[in-house]
């Protein structure tokens, strides 16, 4: 993947590029944007551009050299990609045992350890090592201070990439001791172009949908597209969000187990794992805990565009651009969008502890119902 490759975001490439052709590469960088428009995308084709052996032209990869190749494996031992993953394992009835990682969970101390470890040794191959922290705002309180020590004192050499969906997530400090480069959704007839060159053998009326689904996230559509089943888990999420502020307080309740088995759902629909069903039921409460998390974004993507939906020529804004006449009647009642999101943030939160599932996930959607009907 080069920068030529990657959709949209040409200001942040540019600014990318002008440093390396320059020779003024900071020491550290945040990439901060939704979930799913690119931002590791980017990042790993920073690290090529920074890295390649034989680079065809400045800040560029040549993507064909051994460096270049085993970056994109992940393997090269100057790279490093780190993100939130948690192991699970099962056994079934006659002694096999499967593992999936599934990604969304905590990033823990150990796992900035590793990489501070890389981070302070000796460049193996490549003129510059390059660390990337997908999703930093997952580190634990720990493992975020361990990492602000590095960025405070950073070995030479050495290039830091964090992302995130938020830099209010971040310790300030390490904000701070990173060069912001901000990512926005990609332009849908982009995404559109960029999905079709992926999926050249998809129905082209499913590539064009799943394209204005997308919101100007290429990532997301493609996981979609690789996993269709999934846009009904989706729907069912948005269905539930729609109704909430026509049901009692006491309809939450049962809301709840609606979006614990649309968890579940989007676990079955988006796993690549042949033993996703007896995974599930071994691990049921982690793999859960995770995969609401994946809920959540979709359910701050409802609460965005309901801040936006009631203003004059928004709906080329929307990420939910085929619920437009939903989030239009929801807008009309000045929803306290700014009180959801940060319930939505809060069960995150909580979610990556030991709080109870079934009844966070209730007082999350009080809270919603609450921020929809200041009731």
């Known amino acids: 993947m080069a920068f030529a490759d990657i959709a949209g975001h040409e200001t942040a490439k ?32 920073f690290a090529k551009a920074l890295m390649c052996a034989a680079p065809p032209e ?56 590793r990489l501070i470890d890389r981070a302070h040794a000796r460049a193996v191959s490549a003129a510059r090592k390059v660390l990337i922290v997908s999703d930093a705002q997952a580190m634990n309180p720990v493992a ?14 050495t290039v830091l990439v964090l992302t995130a969906t938020s830099v209010a997530g ?26 079709a060159r992926r999926f050249p053998d998809t129905d082209p009326a499913l590539v064009r949908s799943v394209a204005a689904l997308s919101g100007g996230r290429p990532g997301w559509g493609s996981r979609l597209l690789e996993h269709p089943d999934a846009l009904r888990v989706r729907a069912q999420v948005l269905d539930l969000a729609a109704r909430l502020p026509a049901e009692p307080p006491v309809a939450c309740m049962k809301a709840a187990e609606t979006f614990i088995e649309a ?24 793999i859960v805990r995770t995969q609401v998390g994946e809920l959540l ?26 619920r437009a006449p939903e989030l239009r009647r929801g807008a009309v009642n000045a929803p306290d969008c700014a009180a959801a999101a940060g319930a ?20 999350m959607l009080l809270r919603l119902r609450r921020a929809l009907t200041h009731s």
Do not use: M
């Not at 993507?63 to 790279?79: I, K, L, S, T």
């Not at 926005?184 to 995404?191: L, N, Q, S």
């Not at 943030?345 to 209730?362: F, H, I, M």
């Open 170 to 195: 971040l310790l300030p400090t390490i904000v701070s001791r990173c060069q912001l480069l901000r990512f926005g959704p990609v332009p849908v007839a982009e995404t559109h172009a960029a999905l």
């Open 263 to 286: 968890a579940e759902a989007w676990w079955l629909a988006t796993s690549d794992s042949e033993s996703a069903g007896k995974l599930l039921k071994a691990s049921h409460d982690r």
């Open 58 to 113: 400045p800040a560029a990869a040549c993507g064909v050299c051994a460096v270049c190749r085993a970056v994109e494996r992940g393997n090269h031992p100057d790279f490093l990609l780190l993100f939130p993953t948690s192991r699970v394992e099962t056994t079934d009835e006659e002694g096999q045992k499967a593992v999936a990682e599934i990604e969304g969970s905590e990033i823990r101390t150990d796992a900035i350890g």
């Open 144 to 157: 975020a201070n361990h990492l602000l020590k590095t960025l405070e004192e950073p070995p030479p050499g």
């Open 344 to 363: 939505i943030t809060e069960t995150r939160q909580a979610l990556r502890g030991n709080s109870n599932l079934r009844l966070t996930v209730e007082v």
């Open 14 to 45: 540019q600014v990318l590029a002008r440093a390396i052709r320059t020779d003024r590469v900071s020491h550290a960088y945040l990439f901060e944007g939704p979930a799913h428009v690119g931002k590791t995308l980017t990042a790993v084709a």
């Open 297 to 322: 974004d979709i359910l701050l993507t409802w609460f965005r565009d309901l801040a936006i939906a009631g203003e004059p020529d928004a709906e080329a804004l929307l990420i939910n651009a085929d």
